[in-house]
């Protein structure tokens, strides 16, 4: 494919999925700011490295992946930067309407976070979450599973203790 044509296709679904890649680097670093910073650096690495697509439909998981790649740098300068203890904890509202939801989420590793992040917070099959994270499908399944099993019991131990 052409690459005057290939970027055009890459900025066209950049515009197309400018909101969902919001969504998805809020939920890894939980700051309007910080999330913002994130998808232009991504959309910046996107545009640049657009000779990369070979498939004009691998162009989205393409963006999601490098959307998560740059939220998962940041939060690693981020944590070198500043130990989390001292971190202030500044009240924010929330876009989401289960928090204790959203929290639960950092007792997950990075790639089941990532999934379940991929399946309910962005609503993606689970076919294209393979693609996006280069897994086999029946590996996301079970990613997916139990993941969900320890959102669940970690969610209903703090029902139990009130």
């Not at 910080?34 to 498939?55: F, P």
């Not at 940041?74 to 130990?83: I, K, T, Y």
């Amino acid at each position: 494919m052409k690459s005057a044509k290939l970027q055009q296709e890459v900025e066209a679904q950049i515009l197309a999925s400018y909101e969902q890649l919001y969504r998805l680097a809020f939920t890894y670093v939980k700051n309007p700011d910080d999330a913002m910073d994130i998808v232009q650096e991504s959309v910046y690495k996107a545009i640049a490295n657009a000779a990369e697509v070979r498939r004009v439909d691998t162009i989205k998981g393409w963006l999601c992946r490098i959307t998560v790649n740059t939220a998962l740098d940041f939060l690693r300068r981020r944590a070198r930067e500043v130990p989390a203890e001292q971190l202030p904890e500044e009240g924010r509202e929330d876009t989401y309407q289960d928090t204790d939801v959203l929290r639960s989420l950092d007792i997950l590793d990075k790639r089941e976070r990532m999934v379940i992040v991929l399946r309910f917070f962005e609503d993606m099959k689970l076919q294209d979450i393979a693609g996006i994270t280069g897994e086999n499908l029946n590996t996301v399944k079970a990613l997916l599973y139990r993941s969900l099993k320890k959102l669940k019991i970690h969610l209903t131990e703090g029902e139990s203790l009130e």
